[in-house]
Structure formats: C-alpha cells, structure tokens
C-alpha cells in the first residue's frame, strides 16, 4: 500500500479489518514519521504460515517426535527418514559479521506503532527478545522469547530505554534470575524480522533441551547465523533490526497499558527497563508487526500451528492424554478442554472420574498449560470420535455427564496468566478442573421453560446452548473481592426443585444479549470474567469434606468486577478515517 498511513491506531485497524476479511500481508511503504516500511498480516491465515514453512513443517513434526523419544527411530526409521538432515539445520552457526550491522540508528527513528487508544505508548509486537544463562554462556544455553517491548512513554527516555514485559514461566526469568545472583546486568538482544521462522520460534513452547535457535533453523532449513565477534551477546546476522542493550537490577519502570489478547488492557506495572546500547538495521530493512486485541486475531495462526506440531507429541509426555486445546476464543489460558482415558476400575458400576484427575493434574504441570484457569476433561471412551476444535459438541457431551456433586475440583492461592485480571492480583487466582465420565445423565433443553422465575435484578434470559442459561445480573457492587450480596441472593432464591435447574450452567453477565449472540461470545464473556475461586456458585451448594459441589446448577458469575481490566474499544475518528479508506475506489478496497 503506497498511500501514507499513520502508525498510531490507524495501521492497527487497518490490519485487524485485513484480517478478519481474510485479506492478504500487506507492505506499507510510506508510514508517517518513519523512514521503514511496516509489513502487517503475514500470518493472516493458517494456509499462508503453511505456505510459509511448505518444506519444513512435516521434518520439523518428526524431530520433535525424536526428542520426546528417540527410540521412535528404530521403531520406524521410513517416518523419520529426512530427520537427520533437518538436524543438521539446527545447530546455530556462528559468524563474524552480517547484513545486520550495515546501519546504527537512533532508538527513536525506529517505527512506532500504537495499536489500542489508551495503550501507554508505541510498542514491538513481534520481537525476538534473545538473551543466555550469564552463569555458563553460549548459544546452547540461549532463550528466544516472544516479550512485548514498550519504545516510548510513561517514564521511559525514548533515546536509549525500552520496557521489557515477561511472564512469569518464561525462559528469559531464568537468566534474569541468574544475572542477579551473580550481581550483573542481563545482556539481553531484541532482534525484529529476518526468516518467519525465528518469529515462529519465539513463541513456540518447546520441550525442554530443545532450543528455539535449533528449532528456527529446522524450520528455516538452514543454520541460523549468530555473529558473535561484535557484541558481548550474539546477534542474529540476518535479522532486519537488533536493538541491543542491558537490564539492571532495580531500575524497573511502570510498562504498560498495552491492548492484549484477552481482549482488555493489560494495566501499567513495573517490568525490567532495558538500557539501549545499540540499535543496528540491515540494508532494506522491513518492520514486521501484529496487533493483538480479542480473539481471533493474527496471533491465532501461532496457535493453530503449534497446536499442529506438538499436538502429536501430548500422548508421549502425557500418558493418557489424548489431546489438550487451548480454547482462543476464550482467550487461550483461561480455558483449556482435554480428552483423556478413563481405565481405572473398569468393572466399577458406578464410574467416575479417577484416571482423568491425574491426567489433569500433568496437565496444569506442564509449561504454559500450567496457566490455564479452567480446564474441561472427557474420556476418550464415551466417544471416541470427540474433536477438540469442535467446541460446542465437546462442551454439550461435558454438559450431559457432568455431575456438580463430584465432578469440580478448585485449586485456590495459585498462578494464572499475567494478562488476566479476574482476580484483581497480578499473576495470581484460582484453577478448576471439570471432569466427567460415564453416560449422559441429563437431556439438555433447548429453550426457556415458561415457568421461570427470577429474582429481581436479574433478567433478560437467553439460551447461551443447549444447557446453558444466560442472564443479566445487576451492577457487580461488592468491593474488596468480599462475596457479593447479589450472587448470595440469586443462589438461595431458588429450590434444587425450580426449573432452572434443568439448565447444567447458568451464567450471569452484564449483557445477556451480547454473550448469547454467538459461541465466541459466550467464551470470551464466560472464562475471561471469572475467577474461578470466587466467581464459581451453585443452587444447593455445600462443602463436605473440603470438597465443595451443588445439587443443582452451576452458576458462574462473568460480570465486570471493579478490579477487571477494561476491554479493548477502537477509537471513533480512527474508524471513521478507516472506512473512508475502505471505501469503493478507495485504497483499502482491494484489500477487504
């Protein structure tokens, strides 16, 4: 695209509208106060990232497959057969120079894109944020992470600091951790562009021993070239821009609002600063970007792509485990849905959930599942043909079997996604596992039962699915995460007897119309509002023997709380800017 475009809030929009209608990667070749051109939707759509890794995707699958198990070779060495020559690609190889260093610039010169209107200043959406273990060194011991890097505002010198925003069980703490104990600063190396496959890399949660170098070279098909002769930190010779710098211990600075994939604004907190040393750009450089905000949006391809290449490996470190999902409409970590196998005492007449509680357990220990908030696990032998990725089947044979009595289990005081505020702590909440097995014990109804009565403030009823009851609720009021009256009062109004209890899960929203409307909806509403701990009720509710259940229907509270996020909203001249370029004859229409 040839016209000027502004990279405050209009590229932005102008990529989620290309996006969503489908559209292609688009170049942008003249951006307003900047002399790079800005590269948007590369990732658009999961046959384009297929295109893009054509030659590479199946080898890379087997090496992955080797690692977990190398003993698969033997086993059958005609699947693994190219293994070894993608091996080759990913030992990193070591240069004294590259396409890198041909220009220095000035920090401030780089592209500043501004995606959502209250974020707090220009932000790197897909950096390649490289640092290593100070303690030992070297290209075997490295992380490539994906850690949104903030250019300018709040108290940031826009000459020569950045903010650095890790989550927590990410490689990069590690090192950080290390470089403290040994009382130096983290060299840390932000590389933007270069091969797909570094970004690929950068978010990729692979199993441990298997760096991100190797695993970008075996998608690439080639050695990644690390020139390690002109900075105390190897850099990554044909990326098109390296901002390398410094971290120091207690020099942390408010980072943040940035529009996140939630769907809401991850709130201003202190994070690592990074002191800029140099920032380096190749011949030609190009600024890649996304933008991020409520699924789906491009950052929705990485998902479906790891799910792709590490889906197949789940059983062998999972035994039992047939298949996890991490649900993007909701998300990804505050809902995760597993099918895993149900053996324990097959003669049992009674079955219930035993096998599956351990599965669930490996489950939430396992990396960055360990972040998932609610987690929905089946048994592959009430139906095998169950899919995943076909969300509301999967969630009505849950709803069929599910018995509230026995079937939730709350882990409490834990970790959840540094991005979700339904606790109102950062980095911390609440689990629940929902586990069911056996035959359906339940029809669910498909409509309203004309007997329904509702306590006053709560109204609007719709069917969310079969099953599912939404309802508007009154304002949420209580403050200091105290149980609000209102819940208490909509609980005990109803007898395990009432009709409502012929809905499994009944929901309280603040729009019932909204969340209904369709199943992203519902998701995103339902598992980014709650937490689980203390948003979780039950008609006929009661905890014996430190297990809590109900007799009747599960109600989760999704209302706004007063410590939630607010959620993403564009802005209303950028929009209107937007659409007189979307227009017919306009220079968006060919795009959309």
């Known amino acids: 695209m040839e016209d000027q475009v502004d990279p405050y809030l209009e590229i932005a929009e102008i990529q989620r509208r290309i996006y969503a209608s489908g559209g292609p990667a688009v170049l ?8 790079f ?3 948007g939707n590369l990732f658009g759509s999961i046959d384009r990232a297929r295109f893009i890794f054509r030659d590479t995707l199946e080898t890379v699958r087997r090496l992955i497959e080797l690692k977990i198990d190398p003993n698969q070779f033997f086993r059958a060495p005609m699947r693994y057969a190219r293994a070894p020559f993608g091996a080759l690609s990913m030992l990193p190889r070591k240069v004294r120079g590259g396409p890198i ?5 000035a920090l401030s010169e780089l592209p500043k894109l501004v995606s959502w209107p209250d974020d707090g200043g220009p ?3 897909l950096p390649q944020v490289y640092t290593e273990d100070q303690r ?3 290209l075997a011991h490295s992380n490539l992470g994906m850690y949104r890097v903030q250019l300018a505002g709040n108290d940031f010198d826009p000459q020569s600091e950045v903010g650095l925003h890790y989550q927590i069980h990410r490689g990069i703490g590690v090192h950080h951790a290390a470089a403290i104990a040994k009382g130096e600063p983290l060299r840390v190396n932000i590389f933007v562009g270069g091969t797909p496959s570094m970004t690929l890399a950068a978010v990729m949660p692979l199993p441990e021993g298997l760096s991100e170098l190797g695993f970008a070279g075996a998608l690439a098909g080639h050695r990644i070239p690390m020139a390690t002769s002109k900075s105390e930190l190897p850099i990554y010779a044909e990326a098109d821009f390296c901002i390398s710098g410094t971290i120091h211990t207690g020099e942390e600075k408010p980072e943040g609002p940035f529009g996140d994939h939630l769907g809401y604004y991850s709130l201003k907190h202190l994070f690592p600063t990074m002191r800029v040393d140099k920032v380096y750009h190749r011949d030609g450089a190009i600024w890649p970007f996304t933008v991020v905000g409520r699924p789906p949006q491009e950052d929705t391809t990485f998902g479906q792509l790891i799910h792709e290449i590490t889906g197949p490996v789940i059983p062998t470190v999972l035994p039992g485990v047939k298949e ?3 649900v993007d409409a909701a998300g990804v970590h505050p809902l995760l849905l597993a099918i895993g196998s149900e053996r324990y005492v097959p003669y049992e007449e009674r079955r219930r959930p035993k096998e599956l509680m351990t599965q669930a357990a490996a489950i939430l220990g396992q990396g960055q ?4 908030k609610y987690l929905f696990i089946s048994a592959e032998q009430d139906n095998p043909d169950l899919d995943l990725h076909e969300i509301a089947p999967f969630l009505l044979h849950m709803l069929r079997r599910v018995d509230w009595r026995r079937d939730i289990h709350f882990l409490t005081e834990t970790t959840i996604d540094t991005l979700d505020y339904s606790s109102g702590e950062l980095n911390h909440g609440s689990k629940a596992i929902i586990a069911a097995v056996g035959p359906p014990i339940r029809e669910l109804p498909t409509e309203l039962p004309g007997d329904l009565r509702l306590p006053e403030g709560f109204n609007k009823p719709q069917l969310g699915m079969p099953g599912v009851l939404v309802l508007s609720g009154p304002n949420y009021t209580a403050a200091n995460h105290e149980t609000e009256p209102a819940i208490e009062r909509f609980t005990a109004s109803f007898s395990t007897a009432d009709s409502i209890n012929k809905f499994p899960l009944v929901i309280l929203c603040d729009d019932s119309r909204f969340a209904a409307e369709s199943l992203n909806n519902l998701l995103w ?12 009720h039950g008609i006929g509710s009661f905890t014996r023997q430190k297990h809590w259940g109900c007799e009747g229907s599960l109600v989760i509270d999704a209302r706004l709380k007063p410590w939630n996020a607010p959620p993403l909203i564009e802005d209303p001249e950028t929009t209107a800017k937007v659409d007189a370029l979307a227009a017919k004859c306009g220079p968006l229409a060919r795009f959309l």
């Open 123 to 125: 932000y790197v959406t």
């Open 369 to 372: 599942m360990s972040l998932a």
């Open 37 to 39: 051109p800005m590269l």
């Open 28 to 35: 942008f070749t003249s951006v307003k106060g900047s002399q």
């Open 136 to 138: 030992i060194g070297g």
């Open 525 to 536: 509403i339902t598992f980014t509002r709650s937490n689980p701990a203390a948003d979780v």
């Open 101 to 105: 260093f041909q220009n220095e610039i």
């Open 324 to 326: 996890v999902h991490a």
